[in-house]
């Protein structure tokens, strides 16, 4: 069992930053690849970012490519979404989640654990 928790959401304006965190605990951090996914209101869960166990690959959505980064301190159990240039249609709930599979990143069925969620929302 992994269990994980989000914070650093919050009310900004376009234009700003934010940095989200993503604790892990209950099993080794290193062993699992990490991924964001958001939430609209009225929308799919979409894929956000991903990144490998031991940090050296990440890969973006289209939509935040150049403007998110994502990182990981498996010394802290910790995952990094630094979030710039942040637009209205980021607006979202922000969702780390893990798996220890090899399979695809960006499908959600392929992550078994999930933290609560963290709320982004940005005005124009």
């Known amino acids: 069992q992994v269990v994980l928790v989000e914070s650093g959401g919050g009310l900004v304006q376009a234009g700003d930053s934010l940095r989200l965190s993503c604790a892990a605990s209950g099993r080794t951090f290193s062993n699992y690849g990490m991924g964001w996914f958001r939430q609209a209101p009225g929308k799919e869960r979409e894929f956000v970012a991903a990144i490998s166990r031991t940090g050296a690959s990440t890969y973006y959505a289209d939509s935040v490519k150049g403007r998110f980064t994502l990182s990981r301190d498996n010394a802290k159990n910790t995952l990094y979404l630094q979030m710039n240039s942040l637009k209205p249609e980021d607006t979202a709930v922000y969702y780390c989640?893990?798996?220890?599979?090899?399979?695809?990143?960006?499908?959600?069925?392929?992550?078994?654990?999930w933290g609560q969620g963290t709320q982004v929302t940005v005005s124009s």
């Open positions: 989640a893990a798996k220890s599979s090899i399979s695809s990143y960006g499908d959600t069925t392929n992550y078994p654990y």
